[in-house]
């Protein structure tokens, strides 16, 4: 099936597979377009086609293509209405919360389809999912829906509110008041008239500095602080949980008075170059839009399953986004050593510390994430004499409680004695009932967060929406910068001299979080578990490693 954007710019796009899930979605879909009439529907936001016309075919003077919508288009920003995780998510909770299932989809669609969802809001309706997918490139919403968080979401968002309460939860606020034709893209740069002009010409908007917003951690922190409100079975709210807060953790390290996120997920161009292939000149300070974050994972998702998912990157671009990424996390997020090796009384101990590198916790956000340490003792012919924290081909790691039984988990760890003790840095959730839940909105508080604390991070002082919960709480040296474990390793009568290994692993998406869903029998949970199963063996990836030889 082709699809014709509705724009100057013609884009044939190709979406096959996924048959619409329901009658019902097919009537929500038939029912979309009414909104579209409703009066200024549609003049709020421009879909992205229409700015890579010019911010694209831009590189450094080293050739690096730094083009500001195809670096876009590759990150979890530009695929997150089209996010098969998400979507299997989302139908997984309108499942589990059947009654609320408008305000739900309303509720994820803030900040995963956030251009959609607020014109939708103005003209007096909800946000959907299930209407927009698989998305019709002819209709206005669609288009929105389909192009995420887009370049005129963040260059619209304004300074009110920001870093209260009021702007968290995707609550950030865009000029509504001005007349079409009139609005604004913020930007960091002085822009002259007859620059400001060519593009308000081109697509009614105009470029405009505002320097203190654009660069602020408090615009991420709009969509990036997720309090969510855990429904009982009527879909009444009966608790809040904080699901996702890296800008308060931020806040509360050393980071905050001298890297924002930008700072970090947007690296910043040394030279003067151009920031739009038309009358472009030479700018000081870009800053690439490639947001590399941690999630390879989905991104080779999108990759393998391009078609399906109506992916817009082309493979080869795709390709170095899931190389950037994978090359971040092994520079940019953790360090490791082994220390105080000693052999005694049949058994080789060893210190291992991890550092945390990042701006928050590591891992952080999405509490799918986990990060754990796979430490190896081998003897004098490198056979492994002990093991724990193996990564198996199916995505489960070798000993870990909750991957073998979902009620159950790994506590947090001061020494490590046996294999099927595992150090696993992560936050695990629990319902009203008690029981240990992947449900983000049967979640009421955390049984376990012993995510690796950001330097400068006290534990002691912290607020209550970034505590750290269960063992770790007490451990000594689980302090603001990272962690410190011991390991007590029998040698099994094998021969020195011996060698200690450490990794520390990551995966965006544990394996519990994933199988969690396989009961869902609709086709969003059941694709995204097929997908997994296809990645699983390349789902996870060594953040640093070191070993000593005694
Ligand atoms: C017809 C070409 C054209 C199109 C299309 C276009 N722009 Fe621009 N844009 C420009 C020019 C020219 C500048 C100024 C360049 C300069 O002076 O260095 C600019 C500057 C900007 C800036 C920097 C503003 C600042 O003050 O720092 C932003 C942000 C921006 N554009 C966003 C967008 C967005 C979002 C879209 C799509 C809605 C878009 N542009 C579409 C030509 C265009
Ligand atoms: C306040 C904004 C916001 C809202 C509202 C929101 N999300 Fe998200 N969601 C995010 C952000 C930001 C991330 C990425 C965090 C990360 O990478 O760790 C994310 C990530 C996810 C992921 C992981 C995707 C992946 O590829 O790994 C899933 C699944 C998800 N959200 C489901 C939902 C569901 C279901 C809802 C509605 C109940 C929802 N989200 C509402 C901001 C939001
Ligand atoms: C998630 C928010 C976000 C999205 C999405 C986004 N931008 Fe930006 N953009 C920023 C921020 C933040 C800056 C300024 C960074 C700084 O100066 O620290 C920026 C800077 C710019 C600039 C100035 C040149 C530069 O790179 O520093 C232009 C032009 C621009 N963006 C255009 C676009 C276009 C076109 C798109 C869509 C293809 C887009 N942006 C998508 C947040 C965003
Ligand atoms: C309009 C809402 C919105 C705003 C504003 C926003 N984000 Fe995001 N961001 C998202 C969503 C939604 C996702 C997750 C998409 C998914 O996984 O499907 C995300 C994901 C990310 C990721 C995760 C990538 C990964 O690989 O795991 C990074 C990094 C990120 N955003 C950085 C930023 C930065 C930096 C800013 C501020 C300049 C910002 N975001 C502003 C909504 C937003
Ligand atoms: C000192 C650098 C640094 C700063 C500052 C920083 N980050 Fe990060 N961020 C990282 C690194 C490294 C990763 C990859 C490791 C990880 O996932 O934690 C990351 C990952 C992320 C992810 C993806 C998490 C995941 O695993 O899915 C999100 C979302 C994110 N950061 C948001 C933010 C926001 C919002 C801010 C500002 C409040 C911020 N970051 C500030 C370095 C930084």
Same mark, same amino acid.
């Given at each position: 099936?082709?699809?014709?954007?509705a724009?100057?710019?013609?884009?044939a796009?190709?979406?096959?597979?996924?048959?619409?899930p329901s009658?019902?979605?097919?009537?929500?879909?038939?029912?979309?377009?009414?909104i579209?009439?409703?009066k200024?529907?549609?003049?709020?936001?421009?879909?992205?086609?229409?700015?890579v016309?010019c911010?694209?075919?831009?590189?450094?003077?080293?050739g690096?293509?730094?083009?500001?919508?195809t &670096?876009?288009?590759?990150?979890?920003m530009?695929?997150s209405?089209r996010?098969?995780?998400?979507?299997?998510?989302?139908?997984?909770e309108v499942?589990?919360?059947?009654?609320?299932s408008?305000?739900?989809?309303?509720?994820?669609?803030?900040?995963?389809m956030?251009?959609?969802r607020?014109?939708?809001?103005?003209?007096?309706g909800?946000?959907?999912?299930f209407?927009?997918l698989?998305?019709?490139?002819?209709?206005?919403?669609d288009?929105y829906?389909?192009?995420?968080v887009?370049?005129?979401?963040?260059?619209?968002?304004t300074?009110?509110?920001?870093?209260?309460?009021?702007?968290?939860?995707?609550?950030?606020?865009?000029?509504?008041k001005?007349?079409?034709?009139?609005?604004?893209?913020?930007?960091?740069?002085d822009?002259?008239?007859?620059?400001?002009?060519i593009?308000?010409t081109?697509?009614?908007?105009?470029?405009?500095?505002?320097?203190?917003?654009i660069?602020?951690?408090?615009?991420?922190?709009?969509?990036h602080?997720?309090?969510t409100?855990?429904?009982?079975?009527?879909?009444?709210?009966i608790?809040?949980?904080p699901?996702?807060?890296?800008?308060?953790?931020?806040?509360?390290?050393?980071y905050?008075d001298?890297?924002?996120?930008?700072a970090c997920?947007m690296?910043?161009?040394?030279?003067?170059?151009?920031?739009?292939?038309?009358?472009?000149?030479?700018?000081?300070?870009?800053?690439?839009?490639?947001?590399?974050?941690g999630n390879?994972?989905?991104?080779?998702?999108?990759?393998?399953?391009?078609t399906e998912?109506g992916?817009?990157a082309?493979?080869?671009?795709?390709?170095?986004?899931?190389e950037?990424?994978?090359?971040?996390?092994?520079?940019?997020?953790?360090?490791?050593?082994?220390?105080n090796?000693e052999?005694?009384?049949?058994?080789v101990?060893?210190?291992?510390?991890?550092?945390?590198?990042?701006?928050?916790?590591?891992?952080?956000?999405?509490?799918?994430?986990?990060?754990?340490?796979?430490?190896?003792?081998r003897?004098r012919?490198?056979?492994a004499?002990?093991?724990?924290?193996h990564?198996?081909?199916?995505?489960?790691?070798?000993?870990?409680?909750?991957?073998?039984d979902?009620n159950?988990?790994?506590?947090?760890?001061?020494e490590i004695?046996?294999p099927d003790?595992i150090?696993i840095?992560e936050?695990?959730?629990?319902?009203?009932d008690?029981?240990?839940?992947t449900g983000?909105l049967?979640?009421?508080?955390?049984?376990?967060? &012993?995510?690796?604390?950001?330097?400068?991070?006290d534990?002691?002082?912290a607020?209550p929406d970034v505590?750290v919960?269960?063992e770790?709480?007490?451990?000594?040296?689980?302090?603001?910068?990272g962690?410190?474990?011991r390991?007590?390793m029998?040698?099994g009568?094998?021969?020195?001299?011996?060698?200690?290994?450490?990794?520390?692993?990551?995966?965006?998406?544990?394996y519990r979080?994933?199988?969690?869903?396989?009961?869902?029998?609709?086709?969003?949970?059941?694709?995204?578990?097929?997908?997994?199963?296809?990645?699983?063996?390349?789902?996870?990836?060594?953040?640093?490693?070191?070993?000593?030889?005694?």
């Open positions: 099936m082709q699809n014709i954007l724009s100057g710019f013609t884009l796009i190709v979406i096959a597979g996924l048959a619409a009658t019902q979605a097919q009537q929500a879909k038939r029912a979309a377009p009414v579209e009439k409703v200024g529907y549609g003049t709020h936001f421009q879909t992205s086609d229409r700015c016309a911010h694209n075919g831009i590189s450094t003077p080293a690096e293509d730094i083009s500001i919508g &670096n876009w288009r590759t990150s979890m530009g695929n209405g996010d098969p995780y998400w979507m299997g998510s989302v139908r997984r499942t589990d919360h059947g009654v609320a408008q305000a739900i989809q309303d509720e994820c669609t803030i900040c995963h956030p251009m959609m607020y014109e939708a809001k103005l003209a007096g909800k946000g959907e999912v209407a927009h698989p998305p019709d490139l002819s209709k206005r919403s288009q829906a389909d192009d995420g887009s370049c005129s979401v963040c260059h619209q968002i300074s009110e509110g920001l870093g209260t309460r009021a702007s968290y939860v995707g609550g950030f606020k865009i000029d509504e001005t007349k079409p034709g009139e609005r604004h893209e913020y930007g960091p740069f822009i002259d008239k007859g620059h400001t002009r593009m308000r081109s697509v009614s908007f105009e470029p405009s500095q505002e320097k203190k917003t660069q602020s951690s408090e615009l991420c922190a709009t969509c602080t997720l309090l409100s855990a429904l009982d079975a009527e879909g009444k709210s608790g809040e949980l699901e996702q807060v890296p800008y308060q953790e931020w806040e509360h390290s050393e905050k001298t890297r924002s996120c930008q997920h690296p910043r161009v040394k030279e003067e170059v151009p920031i739009t292939s038309v009358f472009g000149e030479p700018r000081d300070g870009f800053s690439r839009h490639t947001f590399v974050g390879f994972f989905m991104q080779r998702i999108l990759n393998r399953f391009r998912l992916v817009q082309q493979p080869n671009e795709m390709d170095a986004a899931i950037r990424t994978i090359t971040h996390l092994q520079s940019e997020a953790a360090k490791v050593t082994v220390k090796v052999i005694q009384g049949g058994r101990s060893a210190d291992v510390s991890v550092e945390n590198l990042g701006g928050h916790k590591l891992p952080t956000a999405y509490p799918s994430r986990r990060v754990w340490l796979h430490v190896t003792l003897d012919d490198g056979k004499v002990f093991e724990s924290g990564l198996n081909p199916d995505g489960s790691i070798t000993g870990n409680d909750n991957d073998a979902a159950k988990f790994e506590p947090h760890y001061t004695t046996r003790q150090q840095y936050d695990v959730m629990a319902g009203a008690g029981s240990v839940t983000l049967t979640a009421i508080r955390f049984i376990k967060d &012993n995510r690796l604390l950001p330097h400068g991070f534990k002691t002082s607020a505590a919960h269960g770790a709480e007490k451990d000594p040296d689980f302090v603001g910068g962690d410190t474990v390991y007590s029998p040698t009568g094998a021969q020195g001299a011996f060698t200690v290994e450490a990794e520390v692993w990551y995966q965006p998406v544990g979080w994933a199988m969690n869903l396989r009961k869902y029998e609709a086709p969003e949970p059941q694709r995204f578990v097929r997908y997994f199963e296809a990645i699983s063996p390349a789902s996870a990836v060594v953040l640093a490693r070191a070993s000593v030889s005694r």
